[in-house]
């Protein structure tokens, strides 16, 4: 189920089926480039990332780890299931405590899942713009945060949501700057301003 490659390099790209991948196709096919993501039944490469988002991902991991009850947890790149043909990997989860059964857990249900957190990247922006957002919603995850880089000072914002149960798509709840406060999924108070990027 390979295709020959056009080129000289010897790597070989599966080709997709016909009704497209699955999760379990995720993850058996060798391989694969770390990150590996499947939307809509197709395998998402992800770019090499900018200094902005590794260091974002960073400040968020240590805001959110200082405050999180023993009944969640937090975690950085992971594959959640959302549905068979739906496996992201938001740059940050928050999870239940119960759904790490070990250190080999490769993935989340989306019923596990409290907050997916997109950092934006070039490459990836109509995905976590658009696309993801409403796949989580469509899954039920509660929470959602939108993080870009604004200005010339390359100043972070943080675009928080909340999955609304009637629509049952996200609201906007707050848009934040220098710090990011809010009491859901739990207290969050974490200083995301340029300075406190810089400082990593």
Same mark, same amino acid.
């Given at each position: 189920?390979?295709?020959?490659?056009?080129?000289?390099?010897?790597?070989?790209?599966?080709?997709?089926?016909?009704?497209?991948?699955?999760?379990?196709?995720?993850?058996?096919?060798?391989?694969?480039?770390?990150?590996?993501?499947?939307?809509?039944?197709?395998?998402?490469?992800?770019?090499?990332?900018?200094?902005?988002?590794?260091?974002?991902?960073?400040?968020?991991? &240590? *805001? $959110?780890?200082? @405050?999180?009850?023993?009944?969640?947890? +937090?975690?950085?790149?992971?594959? /959640? %299931?959302?549905?068979?043909?739906?496996?992201?990997?938001?740059?940050?989860?928050?999870?239940?405590?119960?759904?790490? &059964? *070990? $250190?080999?857990? @490769?993935?989340?249900?989306?019923?596990? +899942?409290?907050?997916?957190?997109? /950092? %934006?990247?070039?490459?990836?922006?109509?995905?976590?713009?658009?696309?993801?957002?409403?796949?989580?919603?469509?899954?039920?995850?509660?929470?959602?945060?939108?993080?870009?880089?604004?200005?010339?000072?390359?100043?972070?914002? /943080?675009?928080?949501?909340?999955?609304?149960?009637?629509?049952?798509?996200?609201?906007?709840?707050?848009?934040?700057?220098?710090?990011?406060?809010?009491?859901?999924?739990?207290?969050?108070?974490?200083?995301?301003?340029?300075?406190?990027?810089?400082?990593?």
């Amino acid at each position: 189920m390979t295709a020959e490659p056009t080129t000289a390099h010897s790597s070989r790209w599966p080709v997709p089926p016909q009704d497209g991948y699955t999760v379990d196709d995720l993850f058996t096919l060798p391989d694969l480039p770390p990150h590996t993501e499947l939307i809509d039944g197709s395998l998402v490469f992800v770019r090499p990332q900018r200094d902005f988002h590794s260091t974002m991902i960073d400040l968020l991991m &240590t *805001g $959110l780890r200082s @405050t999180a009850p023993p009944e969640v947890k +937090v975690r950085r790149e992971m594959t /959640v %299931v959302l549905d068979r043909r739906n496996a992201p990997e938001p740059d940050v989860s928050v999870v239940r405590t119960e759904a790490i &059964t *070990g $250190l080999d857990v @490769t993935r989340y249900q989306a019923a596990d +899942v409290l907050l997916a957190v997109e /950092v %934006v990247s070039p490459d990836s922006e109509a995905r976590d713009r658009e696309a993801k957002p409403h796949k989580y919603a469509t899954a039920g995850i509660p929470h959602f945060w939108l993080v870009e880089m604004t200005g010339t000072d390359q100043h972070p914002v /943080v675009r928080v949501y909340e999955l609304d149960p009637v629509t049952k798509a996200y609201a906007l709840t707050g848009i934040h700057h220098d710090r990011l406060k809010t009491g859901v999924p739990f207290p969050v108070d974490v200083d995301i301003s340029a300075e406190a990027l810089a400082a990593l």
